[in-house]
């Protein structure tokens, strides 16, 4: 699994080229997040919308992601059905910011910047 | 669907199934078709392959709500996650057997596994780790048995000789949350 980076409108958008963030791939997740992350300072969204299945491990490979950046904001966009199950059951919705897709999460840049 | 290799335990005989029936009955496997048996290893690509089977199998039937099959997804993968880290203890090519009984508009599930015993002989608790900490507190685990518990309560686990059995019901829905 990959996590693509790019920056859209200053916002750095991370996107999982997986349909599944489970288990297996939880480490290496990681480490690619804080690579991505590392050496930038605006706002972080993922774009989930790719991601039709997480599991209990990918929900916390998300949350040891969100940790990574001590402080600042984890944003999340599009997540499918299950993903959003997930998030809500654990109530770790309350945790992130989660926009309904990469539009409006990018939308939300002129709030902020006002 | 891989073939169950002689070298494992043998799996249990369709009495086994009946003399459960005594038990209180959960996801009573001899009541007949569409009972879906589904053997595993665990390894690299399980997980994906069970949640695959499982979607299909239970979608195919088109009995039953979307959240229903979402729930079912959600609890079997979690199961399965459980048997291969701590039944098997990560190692692959430990047997799964996986039984979907679709019967009565319910789906009840019964996981078996030749692995380690759980802890204390009992289904682990499943309280739902605390989110309202500060952000270095968070959870990273302990959301799996917090899931199945919500979405299929009350799950019966039992071992027979060197045989883990967790039986289930998936729940269909979540809104008493």
């Known amino acids: ?114 | 669907m891989p073939t169950w290799p002689a070298h494992w335990p043998q799996m249990m005989p369709m009495q086994h199934n009946r003399s459960v029936k005594a038990q209180p009955a959960i996801g009573d496997l001899s009541a007949g078709p569409p009972v879906m048996r589904f053997q595993y290893e665990t390894g690299k690509d399980c997980l994906g392959t069970v949640i695959e089977n499982v979607s299909t199998a239970i979608s195919e039937t088109g009995l039953f709500s979307k959240q229903l099959c979402e729930n079912a997804h959600v609890v079997v993968a979690e199961v399965i996650n459980n048997i291969a880290e701590h039944s098997y203890q990560g190692k692959s090519g430990g047997p799964i057997q996986l039984s979907i009984d679709m019967s009565d508009n319910k789906i009840a599930v019964e996981a078996l596994d030749f692995g380690m015993p759980m802890p204390q002989l009992a289904v682990p608790c499943g309280q739902r780790p605390n989110h309202a900490v500060p952000m270095a507190s968070l959870p990273e685990g302990g959301f799996g048995w917090y899931l199945i518990h919500t979405l299929a309560p009350k799950p019966r686990y039992i071992r027979r000789g060197h045989t883990n059995i967790l039986r289930f019901v998936v729940q269909d829905c979540d809104d008493h949350l």
């Open chain 1, 1 to 114: 699994m990959n996590l693509t980076s790019k920056t859209q409108d200053g916002v750095l958008v991370l996107t999982p080229d997986t349909a599944r963030i489970d288990a297996a791939g939880a480490v290496y997740f990681k480490e690619q997040f804080r690579a991505a992350t590392d050496a930038f300072s605006g706002r972080v969204v993922m774009n989930l919308s790719g991601v039709n299945f997480m599991d209990s491990s990918g929900l916390g490979a998300i949350v040891s992601a969100l940790k990574l950046l001590r402080g600042r904001k984890l944003e999340l966009a599009g997540l499918t059905p299950v993903v959003a199950k997930v998030f809500k059951l654990t109530c770790m919705d309350q945790v992130f910011v989660i926009h309904a897709d990469m539009a409006s999460a990018l939308a939300a840049n002129d709030a902020n910047a006002a």
